[in-house]
Each structure stands twice: as structure tokens, then as C-alpha cells.
């Protein structure tokens, strides 16, 4: 053979590809290949899935891995049942093998958090049933598919349209399980829609007897949905249950402090500890911190208690913290330092001694405090521009009130009112509420004064008007002289002045509060909180006037934006006003709260007290200048309430409530803005720990002159408006 041919199976042909190796010369330029197309395979037709039956506890393991480790969702026995039937019907028996079921859960986990859906996953809702229906639509092979998107089984090996980009999936849509994700393009065009644009669209009214119903679970560390059902007459272990659940989200509030977060310094002395009361026995002259409840013994004196039990207490030299800067009275959560001294003779008239009764001895406190209070963007994680560094949020996932979860809806809402509230949005001035309370209808005063708040704002109508009663100026329905004829001819004055103002009405929303004195309240029911809204027979006519105002608005059809119609709402006390969601939320609530702090909190001694407060924002007080009487009042009372995080922090023969329906007495998380409707006291509007709290006091003042508070919801602060003669 000559040379050539013996090396011509040596040359690259001009089918092969080239080399890469720098040894061969890659001819320039690349002669074409000549490789035959690859045949495009015959479409795969889906096979059938037999449906099988599914036990839910079969399924019990899968779906708590996808729920709860995964999502921190809990699901109840009928969202598992109906799972269970939903995958047996569509995965069929490779639910498991084939990992089908996975799929299915995850989409629907996804798909409940982003529905707003509370930490508890119900399975007879509505919302559960929706998810099922769209997810149904979207089954092929027992997987959830892409409804855009063109990558199935069936054409995913279909190459004769690789040039045609109409099938191709967008770019803000990914393939596969994750269609139906929240996405910027698809919150946008939603945000775009014209029917939003008025910032009324988004505020809710949360009634104290509708909102979750949610329970700290210390052992696991987050919030379970409480298994009994509700009622005004429970049995006593309603009222254990809620001081458990009170001191066990207390505790753990006190433990995610920074000074009692542990320090990895070695250098440092760690934090302080607190002592279950339990665990005092046997360690007589020992220096100890602790936490429990303030109450009294029959003997007299008072004691603390915690879940392990009770010890008798010595405040005789016991100083609070901060000096005259907060109430202390029996029904508080409160930390005790001190001495415990063991005394086998102490008296406890027939309690309960030992481990879950009274500790023999006492403990002599040096200094008596309020759990420290805990940020609204601490335990929600929202953005809070006056943290440079926040810590990680406790509840970011929780669904408190019914609104949506801080990491499932609040990135929508904040750009939703960060558009509508822009300057050039028709009601980007709109970000007030005004509140006004005592607004006694059956006093000319009164009704003069309201119809000054309403000619203030007939030009430029606020967000809200929240009306905070007693709307009768003596208990409605109590044998007095307001009974029901007089009460309803009192509403019928309201409505009649309301109807002077209907261009107002059509633009804002009104929202009544009722006070102690009104129906059926007034009719004698034990002072119990909380409180029903006012009867609908009452208010018949202020819901006629408030729809014939927006029959007349839409007449009118004036030029400017018309957003939404105006509406009125009958709230219960207390109740929550949101707006955009979990993104801001104002608890109001009509009791003369002040007056019964003073007349129950505990008097110290003023020997050697210490105690200037603690310096930082956590304080109401901004500067050391002297300040008048009402506002160290106000200030005592602010930070009472807040460190508490409770509306009622009193004993039960002091203040009664309504067991099953204390969750609506909790301030935490700490709210936007608390009112405080007190007409015992004065007006004031101030900020603490990130909360604006105000109080209207009495609408009309006796001096031909209405006084109430205006909040800007979105800075946050308050101000005291008076209208009239001085």
C-alpha cells in the first residue's frame, strides 16, 4: 500500500468533526456536517392513572415532612382526609414509589401561603377547596404541569417546533411545579388594577369573635389553633388554659431579649435565669430572679405564681423599675428579684402547700419589673428603618389575626401602599384616621361636637372615622332613664345628622365602637370583655343613610377619582382596623382603663428607689425636661399596657373577661397603633417601642369645643385636633 493510503484512515474525512488537540490543524473554515436529522420520536400519550383509596394515615408522614417541617404548617384531620382523597384519585398507586404525593403537597402548601392562609391548614374551608379545584385543572400523570408552559410529557421530545418561540415559556414562568408561585409580573398586573387604586380596598375590620383563636405552644415553640370551640360559658379550665398560655408567650418573649440572650464571650457574666417558683425548695438565702402572676393570698398578702406554684411575697423594700414609670397591680405578668427565705410555718389558710401550691417561706423582692416589650417588626419581620440591625423575626409565618403571614403577604402589600400612597396617586394624601370617643347621642354637646369632626373632613375625607362610644350618656337598657325607645331615638338623631354629610359618607368609612354603656352591655353583663357590636336594630338607619350617600355620589358622577363606595362598620370592643394586610393594624378599644390602675396598683415604699428608666427607643420619654402631670400619666399608662401586651391586666374580680375569647385582648404582636379610648383622661398622643398609642378622650369637653386624634398611618404618629371655641 502506498504511503498515502496507508495513512488516509488516519486523515479526518469530512464527515468527522474536529479535532480540539493542538497537534491537528482545525481547517478554517469548518466544512459543514453531514449528519442526517435525528428523527423526532412518535408523541407519548399519557398513560391512565387508576385511582386508588388513600387512608389519611397513610399519608400522615408525607404530608407532616412537607407541612409542617418544611412550611411550619399544621394540618388538621379534615385537610388530611382531604388530601388523602385528592392524591389517591389523582397520583394513584405511585403516590409513593414515583414520589407523586411530594409534588401535590408542596403545591399546596405553596399555594395556601400565598392565599394568606393561617398556620392552621383547614380542610372543610373554602379556601382548601378552592386550591383542590385549581390544582385538579393542572394534573396530568399524577403531577402537577405547567399551564403555560409547553414542556409536558407528551411534547417535551417534540424538536419540530425548536425555531417557533410562540410555545416556549415566558421568562417570569418556570417549569414544572413551580407555575404556581407568586411572581413579581403576575402581583403587578394585579397591583395595576384599577379597582385598587383607593387605599380603602384594603382595610379590614377584625371582630374580637371572629379573629384566630391561637395558642403559644411552649414545647414546640409556635402557635397551635385551639382545639375547643368557643363559648361565653365555659368550664374553669378555660380560664387555667389562658393563664398558661398568657405566661408561656411571656416567657419566651423575655427569653428572645437581648439581655437574656446567651453571650459567647467568656469574659462576660451570662445572662440572668429565671427561677420556676417550684425550685425555690430547699434553697433558703439564695438570691433568685422570677417571673409569675401578682395576686393576692386570703390571707391578705400578696404573692406571685407561676405554673409550679405560688410564694408568699415581702415588698416592703422592694423598689419598680422604672421609678413611678409604670402601674404594677395583681393580674400582672411581672419580674421579681430578690431573696427567698424558707419558713415552715407561713400561713396559707388551707392552700394547697408543695410543688403546684404555695412554697413555704417568702420571697423578698429588691426590685419589681415588666417583661420588656418586644418590637411589632421583631416578632413579624417587617422592615423597620429605625433597626440597623434586626434580629430574626419569632413569627414571620404566623397568621395572628386572619390577614396573611408577614413572609406570605407583606412584600405585596408594602409596594401596594408604597404606590397608592405615592404623591401622584389620587389618594396619596388619604393616609389619616381620625378617632373620636364618648360621643354621647343622646347630648346636644355631643352631636354639635360630631358635627364639627365631620365638617373638619367633608373636604378631605381620611381613610376612617372611628366613632368609640358609650353612645348614651347613662347604661342604655338598664331600667334608667335610656331604654330602648330613647337609645334608638338617639341613633335616629345620628343618622339624621349624618345625612347632612353625604359626600363625606360616599368617601370614607365609619367604624362604631360601643362603650360600657351600650345595648346589650348596659343591660347588665357582669362588665364581661369582650363586648358584642351595637345590636343591627339600633343601627338600621345610619346603614340607609350611608347607601342613599353613594346612590347620590354615583348621581353626581363628578370629574375626580371615584374609588371605593363609602361604608360603616359595627365593630366589637376591642377590634382591629388593618390596613394592606399584616402591614399595619390598629387595636381599639373603649374602657376607662387608667382610673382602674390607679385604684388597684400596689403602693411601695419610697426608701432608697432607684431607678431613672431604662434610656434608648424602647422609652416613651425622649428627654429629661420637665414634663406636666398628664403626660407622666400618659406615659405610665402607655407602657403598662405595652409591656403587658395585654388590654385587661387585672385580676378577674377587677376586670371580668370572656375566656375562650381573650386572644382579642393580646397586644402581641405589638400593634401599630393602640387607642385607648379613656374618657377619664386626657387626650394625648405618644410613641413607644415602635407603637403609636393615643387616646381621644371625651369628644365634646363641656367647653363648646370637640377634641379628638388624627394618626397618620403611615408615619406612624398621632395628633390631638380641637375644633370650636376655647
Known sequence: MPPKDRLSHLLPSDSAAPSSSPAFATPLPLPPRRTAAIPAPPLLKPRAIAPIELPAQTLRPVAFRTFTKKHNLTLTSAALGALASFIGRHCGGGWREEGLAEGVLEEVAKMWKREGGSVIVEGDGPMMKGILKTLESSMVNGRVQSAKSSLSRSTSFDFRSVDSHEDSPA???????????????????????????????????????????????????????????????????????????????????????????PTSDPNTAGPPKITPIANLLGRTNSPHLLLGLLSPLPTGHPALSDPTGTITLNLDHCAPHPRDGAYFTPGMLVLLDGLYTEDAATSTLGQTTGIGGTIPGTFIASLIAHPPPERRSHTLGLPDPSQEN???????????????????????????????FAPPAPFAPRTRIALASSVALDDPRSLSALRALLTHYDQAPPLAIVLLGSFASVPALSGA??????????????????????????RTTLVFVPGEGDAWGGAGSGGTIPRERVPSEFVERIEAVVREANRAALREDDEGPRGREGEVLFASNPARLSWFGVVGEAV????????????????????????????????????????????????????????????????????????????????????????????????????YTGCCVVNPGKLADGRRRARWVEVDVVALRGEVREEGEG
Open 171 to 261: 421568562p417570569d414562568t418556570s417549569f414544572g411545579f413551580s407555575n404556581l408561585d407568586v411572581r413579581d409580573k403576575v402581583a403587578s398586573d394585579e397591583d395595576d388594577d384599577d379597582a385598587l387604586q383607593d387605599p380603602r380596598e384594603w382595610l379590614k375590620l377584625v371582630d374580637a369573635f371572629s379573629q384566630p383563636r391561637l395558642v403559644y405552644n411552649a414545647a414546640k415553640k409556635h402557635f397551635e389553633k385551639a382545639a375547643n370551640k368557643p363559648s361565653l360559658f365555659p368550664p374553669p379550665s378555660s380560664r387555667t388554659d389562658y393563664f398558661r398560655h398568657r405566661y408561656a408567650l411571656t416567657h419566651a418573649r423575655i427569653m428572645r431579649h437581648t439581655s437574656f440572650t
Open 481 to 506: 332613664a335610656v331604654d330602648a325607645a330613647a337609645y334608638d331615638a338617639a341613633w335616629a338623631a345620628l343618622a339624621g345628622l349624618l345625612a347632612d354629610f353625604e359626600s363625606l359618607l360616599a
Open 390 to 420: 434586626p434580629p430574626q423575626p419569632a413569627f414571620p409565618w404566623t397568621d395572628f389575626h386572619g390577614l396573611g403571614s408577614t413572609r406570605g403577604t407583606s412584600a405585596r402589600m408594602l409596594r401596594l401602599q408604597t404606590r397608592l
Open 588 to 687: 381599639l378599644y373603649r374602657d376607662d382603663v387608667a382610673g382602674r390602675m390607679r385604684r388597684n396598683a400596689i403602693r411601695f415604699n419610697d426608701a432608697e428607689a432607684e431607678g431613672e428608666g431604662d434610656e434608648g427607643d424602647d422609652e416613651p420619654v425622649e428627654d429629661e425636661e420637665e414634663v406636666d402631670s398628664d403626660t407622666l400619666a400618659a406615659r405610665r399608662l402607655t407602657r403598662s399596657l405595652l409591656d403587658q401586651a395585654h388590654l385587661a391586666p387585672f385580676a378577674p374580680a377587677t376586670r371580668p373577661v370572656l375566656w375562650d375569647y381573650a386572644a382579642a385582648l393580646q397586644l402581641y404582636p405589638l400593634p401599630s397603633v393602640l387607642c385607648i379610648a379613656d374618657a377619664e383622661e386626657p387626650a394625648f398622643a405618644l410613641n
